[in-house]
């Protein structure tokens, strides 16, 4: 890795640290990628979170953020709004999604009373971002199998940064949850989670579950403490 | 509470009022996540001062035209609470809170990688609860680990400090006898790692060597405010990382 021995190549930090917005992660020829910067030759952290890095690309993963939508994200959200031309969707995030009508149906209706019927303000939906270049609102889809409104289930928030966990490695964490829970779940990215179970004490159980996820999310030996918690908590409501 | 006009701001040992050394800070409490509702908040404590920060964003800009197409609109609000002074202080926003919000503002700006969510805005309330000088410094030192509990990107954290004249000394972290008795305040604040300076301010009197002198010694001091800042930081999330090193995060998977 060494350049010439004029200049110091050197990672200072170690895989799996805590680092801060402005600590020193490396210098020398190494890659700034998912928040971090390059100042001269010297890679700094953004923001606070878990250092990693592959090869010579370094990264922090971070502890907290609030949702970017990235088309192809299935999310769940509220109706805020309605309009002639589609529907304003609050996706908790900075930006406020539109569901335009023609990607509600395939027919689009001529008056007022029928796009009421369709979807109305303060509807859950499931939706998928079909655009979104930060330069306008992203746009959403419910044209697709599984999407559309939510009619029965509980919803619960978590942190967008938490969701890979929830999700786990392949999937592995949220498959534990369905298998144990026999429920359905759906995942929104934007954080919003939809739990839906034949008992109402299941959904409970599931929901106290998803919330210990997401606060011992950096923790080691997770998916044995949850698989505990479920059968404890699932085993007692069958 | 020392009150009226202090004979003299330095004693015969060279120790001020408040029984420090020329070149001492005022002992420093930071505390994170302090407030539930908010995005990311935080609360110092700086000798008498209290300062609570809430930031909250980057979220949807209200009124909509005040929007930027290329980076999220920074806005600030630093406010004294009416109890924070000995005299009852008017609640409406002075001409001096305006302008402190201003200059805390653009002394943040320079730090936040605002580029990163356009069209939004991040909103920062600093409301001092309890004055006692150099309320602006602390304001940004509470205010940039706000910003960091919210997860915004930052290219560095702000460190702030004031230094100036008193008694014929040059002093570092005046409070508040000192920068109404005194002959000169100036308060810097910087980017420690970057070494870049976001804020310098003066009020009274320097000759250029003392102007170098209170420079040098204000920016030691954020050095060592940034020292506890990341202090601050570590302490709050590492009980959330558990044992550093060893915490898995099994990323994958969308």
């Known amino acids: ?238 | 509470m020392i009150k009226g006009y202090p004979e003299r701001l330095i004693d015969e040992n060279g120790l001020r009022l408040d029984g420090r050394r020329p070149d001492e800070l005022r002992p420093i409490k930071l505390e994170i996540g302090v407030l539930g509702n908010a995005d990311g908040s935080a609360y110092i404590e700086q000798g008498k001062n209290k300062i609570l920060v809430g930031v909250y964003g980057p979220r949807e800009i209200h009124p909509k035209h005040a929007e930027l197409p290329n980076r999220a609109v920074l806005r600030c609000r630093y406010r004294m609470a009416p109890f924070s002074t000995e005299e009852r202080k008017n609640p409406a926003p002075s001409r001096r809170e305006i302008e402190i919000s201003k200059v805390i503002r653009e002394a943040l700006e320079p730090a936040v990688m605002s580029e990163y969510y356009p069209r939004t805005v991040i909103d920062i309330f600093i409301e001092a609860l309890q004055c006692d000088g150099g309320t602006r410094c602390a304001g940004i030192v509470a205010a940039s680990l706000a910003l960091a509990d919210a997860g915004i990107p930052m290219r560095d954290l702000v460190s702030s400090c004031s230094a100036g004249k008193a008694g014929g000394e040059i002093i570092l972290d005046l409070f508040d006898l000192e920068d109404k008795y005194g002959d000169a305040d100036m308060p810097v604040a910087l980017m420690v790692n970057l070494n870049m300076i976001t804020l310098l301010q003066m009020d009274g009197k320097l000759n250029p060597m003392e102007f170098e002198k209170a420079f040098t010694m204000a920016m030691e001091g954020c050095r060592k405010i940034r020292g506890l800042q990341v202090e601050a930081l570590k302490k709050r999330y590492q009980g959330i990382v558990e044992r550093e090193g060893t915490s898995e995060f099994d990323e994958e998977g969308t």
Not at chain 1, 5 to 24: C, H, K, M, N, S
Not at chain 1, 118 to 138: E, H, M, N
Not at chain 1, 158 to 183: H, V, Y
Request: proline letters at 5%; hydrophobic letters at 35%; a positive charge.
């Open chain 1, 1 to 238: 890795m060494r350049i010439s021995w004029d200049d110091e190549v050197a990672i200072y930090t170690q895989r799996r640290q805590l680092v801060t917005p402005g600590e020193l992660l490396a210098q020398g020829e190494y890659y700034p990628e998912l928040n971090t910067f390059k100042e001269k030759d010297k890679i700094y952290s953004m923001i606070v979170g878990l250092f990693d890095y592959r090869g010579n690309r370094l990264s922090v993963v971070p502890l907290k953020h609030c949702y970017i939508p990235y088309v192809g994200d299935l999310v769940i959200g509220k109706v805020v709004d309605s309009g002639m031309s589609g529907w304003t969707v609050d996706i908790h995030s900075p930006y406020s999604a539109l569901l335009p009508l023609t990607e509600a149906t395939s027919r689009p209706p001529s008056i007022r009373k029928e796009v009421e019927g369709i979807l109305r303000i303060g509807d859950l939906i499931k939706a998928k971002v079909i655009a979104f270049d930060r330069t306008k609102d992203p746009i959403l889809t419910i044209r697709d199998r599984d999407l559309g409104r939510v009619t029965r289930g509980k919803v619960v928030k978590i942190s967008p940064s938490k969701i890979p966990r929830l999700i786990g490695k392949k999937g592995s964490m949220i498959n534990l949850l369905k298998k144990e829970s026999l429920c359905d779940l759906t995942v929104g990215q934007n954080g919003v989670i939809l739990v839906m179970c034949k008992s109402p004490e299941a959904e409970e159980a599931v929901i106290d579950v998803i919330k210990m996820i997401e606060r011992e999310a950096h923790t080691q030996g997770l998916t044995d403490r949850v698989s505990e918690a479920l059968r404890r908590r699932i085993g007692s409501t069958p």
